[in-house]
């Protein structure tokens, strides 16, 4: 069984950064790979980024080249740094892997 746990959602501005955190815990491995995921109000639930246990990243066209996944084997955990961000960023964010979500972040851009 797999936990995630995500933090550091938040308000900001537009053009502003924030970086999310997924620390996973129980039957989870540093070959697995982990997805974020987010879903804007009254949207569905889209794929955003993927980092695959060799440590290579894909990324979603409406994030490509703003945000960067990354991961740290050691504390188990998945990052997700956001930049020039736009309003139509906000969301709530979610952390995913082996069929388990966690319960999501939310991120809201605004002045």
């Known amino acids: 069984q797999v936990q995630l746990v995500e933090s550091g959602g938040g308000l900001v501005q537009p053009g502003g950064s924030l970086r999310l955190s997924c620390v996973a815990s129980?039957?989870?491995?540093?070959?697995?790979?982990m997805h974020w995921y987010r879903q804007a109000p009254g949207k569905q639930r889209e794929w955003i980024a993927l980092?695959?246990?060799?440590?290579?990243?894909t990324y979603a066209r409406s994030v490509k080249g703003r945000f960067t996944i990354s991961r740290d084997n050691a504390k188990n955990t998945v990052y997700l740094q956001m930049n020039s961000l736009k309003p139509e960023d906000t969301a709530v964010y979610y952390c995913?892997?082996?069929?388990?979500w966690g319960q999501g972040a939310l991120v809201t851009v605004s002045s």
């Open positions: 995913y892997a082996r069929t388990t």
């Open positions: 129980g039957s989870i491995f540093s070959d697995d790979s």
């Open positions: 980092i695959s246990g060799d440590g290579s990243t």
